[in-house]
T-cell receptor, first 116, second 114 residues
Framework: KNQVEQSPQSLIILEGKNCTLQCNYTVSPFSNLRWYKQDTGRGPVSLTIMTFSENTKSNGRYTATLDADTKQSSLHITASQLSDSASYICVVRDAYSGAGSYQLTFGKGTKLSVIP | DSGVTQTPKHLITATGQRVTLRCSPRSGDLSVYWYQQSLDQGLQFLIQYYNGEERAKGNILERFSAQQFPDLHSELNLSSLELGDSALYFC?????????????FGQGTRLTVV
């Protein structure tokens, strides 16, 4: 069964500090992995997407890494800001077979709180 | 603003009832996705439509159904509602059915079943 596990479940950091969120998956065959940011009560917004061949991708202060061999991804946030307080969701898509339908597997998210 | 419009924003209904949630995708987007997010739970993929046809199915209950109309808007029908169906329901759209295109999410419909 495809699974995506995220850790930690929640995290509190001081403004200006860095942090790293983890995502481990068992989705196979793998197509891509996306990190979303979801503010409370709002729809998720994509931060990065990574395919099998990509190891690192940055979006401003957000840097995602992917190790397809160990099936692990991380999201590193640099110089955190109060506006980074949100849930960060890891989503893995399996490869579209063409004959059937693909599946998206969502992690439960890491709730990040940045405090002054 | 993602360009995806969901209505209504809030809905309160009684158990056993039926409701319809509506989603208007971004202009030109052919794919529509529905998700459920229960309190303190992660997003659950329900179903995807591409240009009017069902393309992918997730953890969607038999009491739930969806469709995508010729103008590409989509509706999610929830029937015989139970207390456990209370959740945020998100719709997302993307420009096609490619491997890497981003899906843009609406603001969600908060359904409360009492």
């Amino acid at each position: 069964k495809n699974q995506v596990e995220q850790s930690p479940q929640s995290l509190i950091i001081l403004e200006g500090k860095n942090c790293t969120l983890q995502c481990n998956y068992t989705v196979s065959p793998f197509s891509n992995l996306r990190w979303y940011k979801q503010d409370t009560g709002r729809g998720p917004v994509s931060l990065t997407i990574m395919t099998f061949s990509e190891n690192t991708k940055s979006n401003g202060r957000y840097t995602a890494t992917l190790d397809a061999d160990t099936k692990q991804s991380s999201l590193h946030i640099t110089a955190s800001q109060l506006s980074d307080s949100a849930s960060y969701i890891c989503v893995v898509r399996d490869a579209y077979s063409g004959a059937g339908s693909y599946q998206l597997t969502f992690g439960k998210g890491t709730k990040l709180s940045v405090i002054p | 603003d993602s360009g995806v419009t969901q209505t209504p924003k809030h809905l309160i209904t009684a158990t056993g009832q039926r409701v319809t949630l509506r989603c208007s995708p971004r202009s030109g987007d052919l794919s529509v996705y529905w998700y459920q997010q229960s309190l303190d739970q992660g997003l659950q993929f329900l179903i995807q439509y591409y240009n009017g046809e069902e393309r992918a199915k997730g953890n969607i209950l038999e009491r739930f159904s969806a469709q995508q109309f010729p103008d590409l808007h989509s509706e999610l029908n929830l029937s015989s509602l139970e207390l456990g169906d209370s959740a945020l329901y998100f719709c997302a759209s993307s420009s096609g059915d490619p491997m890497n295109t981003e899906a843009f999410f609406g603001q969600g419909t908060r359904l409360t079943v009492v």
